[in-house]
């Protein structure tokens, strides 16, 4: 989804995960993610609650894809999923009051999303 929104809006795109695969410091992956954030348009994939309240400070909308992927991924994200949707909703409460959020529950609409953006997954 990242992808392919930084493809349609031709907005540079940061993946969490793919920045942080391997471990490293805690406190400079927090600085280059804050340095991402800066700039004036940007796409953040991923969460991260360790930095995402600096993130929610400085987004215009948020795509929260809220699935229940334990049906997909197994028994540990099974045992951790119900924890991090509270978790995050209720991020996404706090800090984007008046801007818009987009909550995906399923893989049907996130296709009906990639379709109205006329993208590919």
């Known amino acids: 989804m990242a ?3 930084g493809l349609t809006l031709n907005d540079p795109v940061f993946h969490l995960d793919h920045t942080n695969w ?8 927090i600085s280059d993610h804050d340095d991402f954030i800066k700039k004036d348009q ?11 309240p600096n993130r929610l400070n400085r987004v215009t909308s948020v795509i ?4 229940e992927v334990f ?3 197994g028994r540990y994200v ?9 978790k995050y909703n209720k991020l996404l409460k706090e800090y984007m009051q ?5 909550i995906l529950k399923n893989f049907s609409e ?5 379709s109205a953006l006329s993208a590919e997954r």
């Open 42 to 52: 940007w796409i953040v994939d991923g969460n991260y609650s360790a930095c995402m």
């Open 3 to 5: 992808c392919a929104l």
């Open 98 to 102: 008046d801007k818009p959020v987009i």
């Open 110 to 114: 996130l296709d009906d999303l990639y």
């Open 64 to 67: 929260f894809l809220d699935f």
């Open 22 to 29: 391997k471990r490293r410091d805690h406190n400079a992956f």
């Open 71 to 73: 049906e997909y991924l």
């Open 78 to 86: 099974y045992l951790r999923y119900p924890h991090n949707s509270i």
